[in-house]
């Protein structure tokens, strides 16, 4: 059986697939669902590289929470 990558959401009353999802499926419903859009196929699995310092995310800067005005006296005017 081929596997694919689900494209878009598919639910039934078997199925409940989210994008992203990896499957295998009988080659005609593969078929199917690939010539609709709905998946694609997936020749082969890249193999997972652990990260480096070159590919980890950079941490998110902290930024500072903005200041309550509540105990500002107010100007009369």
Same mark, same amino acid.
């Given at each position: 059986m081929p596997k694919v990558r689900i494209l878009t959401g598919? !639910?039934?009353v078997d199925v409940n697939y989210v +994008?992203?999802?990896v499957v295998e499926l009988p080659g005609s419903t593969a078929a199917s669902w690939v010539e609709s859009g709905m998946a694609e196929l997936v020749r082969g699995e890249e193999p997972e590289t652990p990260e480096t310092p070159e590919t980890a =995310? =950079? /941490?998110e800067p902290e930024t500072a929470s /903005? +200041? !309550?005005r509540a105990g +500002?006296?107010?100007k009369s005017g």
């Open positions: 598919v !639910s039934g +994008r992203g999802d =995310a =950079a /941490p /903005p +200041r !309550s +500002r006296a107010r």
